[in-house]
């Protein structure tokens, strides 16, 4: 229930974003080649927001397993290597994760006091998107390791994703 409430906000926050962008964008073109004038913090703004898109969506993708992936090897081994292989890529994946946020955290932490040159936007706000998905994506990742190691997942749907046609 509260991982349900909690993807369905941010799909919303992620078109909420994407339009937010779209506007912004299209009003400073009107404005520039309209009326020879624009607004200075949108393109800093849709920069910003733009980043924010991209580390949800990233997160968002992560929980459908729909990043690209070559699995055509995998699929051709047995069920059991298959378990192994995706625990060591989950794992792998993790590692990622934790070494992207260490480094995201302190970008995070040292921009904090740095101001964006337009906007006058702490940037650290803008790292901290980093720090957010890896944290969720590892969380994703951990749960992905357990059910797959107690066999909650189904042989045949190791390497399968959304994109595969399978409804949750």
Known sequence: MISRILFGTL?????????LMVIMIFGNVV???????????????????FVWLIFIGAFLTLR???H????????AMSFKAQR???????IATLVCC?????????????NLENYSPVAGIPLGWVYFSCVLCCIGMAILQLRSIFDVATGRIP??????????GLVE
């Open 155 to 164: 042989d045949e749907e190791i390497f399968a994703s959304n994109a595969d």
């Open 31 to 49: 404005l520039r080649y309209g009326f020879n004038s624009g607004i200075t913090e949108s393109e800093e703004l849709s920069r910003f927001v």
């Open 64 to 66: 459908d397993r729909a």
């Open 68 to 75: 690209l992936g070559v699995n055509s090897l995998v699929r």
């Open 98 to 110: 934790y070494l992207l946020g260490l480094g995201a955290w302190r970008q995070t932490v040292d």
């Open 84 to 90: 192994l292989v995706r625990i060591g890529g989950d």
């Open 11 to 19: 799909e919303k926050l992620l078109m909420l974003a994407l339009a």
